[in-house]
């Protein structure tokens, strides 16, 4: 599946579950996947391939899309920033909407990592998204940023006019434009329903980060964590804790 941003192609995968398949007119809800920093619409240890398949099986439409420079969508790493990935997701969202066998009315949005601060500012702008959640969440870019690569990236900017983060070529423009993003104050004018997940042990994104996120929600909330996980819940029970919460969330909201 293909649709575009700005004159630039976005590439995806459409799943669809038995019953849309099979029965015409039939109209099922829909979730749209935003991934992580530097990541794609696969994932570390395909996540976002086996979480998509699931909520397919349990009747759900699942878009999985690379934002513009990442993956096999069009457009350079180099000349994204962080609003970018936020309208790619808008985008994806319009995109699911569009789809005949999708019912608009009943549309979800989930969000790993930076993908989870793209997915909070992207349901917050658009008051259509019934349910939202967030997997490991950045709630704070400047933290993150400055916490663990503050030095380094001043001293690369400064030198040759980006951040070589291990062959990603970070902007000055990317970079800026992170610092002005605010999950935070822009999710609690959201007013669906959002659950926030996150591994007790990230050390990518401190745990602290869904505390905040839960914090900041004015509408129907629920924080779920899971104990002993990683960033991207690189385990298999930590995966089927992480997916059976999250459908539960979906069934309940969508």
């Known amino acids: 599946m293909q649709f575009e941003v700005q004159g630039q192609r976005i590439y995806g995968m459409l799943h669809l579950p038995d019953v849309a398949a099979k029965n015409s007119g039939t109209k099922v809800p829909a ?15 395909r996540l976002f391939v086996k979480a998509a398949r699931y909520f ?16 096999e969508s069009e457009g350079d790493f180099e000349q994204v920033t962080v609003s970018d ?70 001293a690369q900017m400064q030198a040759q006019g980006f951040w070589d983060m ?3 070529k970070i902007s000055k423009a990317f970079y800026e434009d992170a610092l002005r993003i605010d999950p935070l104050r822009e999710i609690a004018s959201y007013d669906g329903a959002a659950l926030v ?8 994104v401190p745990v602290d980060h ?6 900041a929600l004015r509408c129907t909330k629920r924080l779920h964590l899971v104990i002993g996980a990683d960033h991207t819940f690189a385990r298999t029970d930590w995966e089927a804790e992480v997916f059976a919460e999250t459908l539960n969330w979906l069934q309940t909201h969508l």
Not at 31 to 45: D, K, L, Q, S
């Open 210 to 215: 869904a505390h905040r996120y839960h914090a």
């Open 31 to 45: 979730v749209a996947m935003c991934h992580g920093f530097t990541g794609n619409r696969i994932e570390a240890h």
């Open 56 to 71: 397919a099986a349990n009747g759900f439409a699942v878009l999985r899309f690379d934002f513009r420079g990442s993956g």
């Open 85 to 154: 990935e936020i309208a790619d997701a808008l985008a994806a969202l319009a995109f699911v909407r569009r789809q005949s066998v999708v019912d608009e009315n009943r549309i979800g949005l989930i969000g790993l990592s930076l993908g989870g601060c793209v997915a909070a500012c992207a349901a917050a702008r658009d008051r259509r998204v019934k349910a939202l959640v967030l997997w490991a969440a950045v709630a704070d870019l400047r933290e993150v940023f400055t916490t663990r690569w503050g030095d380094t990236i001043k």
């Open 197 to 204: 997940v996150h591994g007790t042990n990230d050390a990518a």
């Open 166 to 168: 291990g062959g990603w």
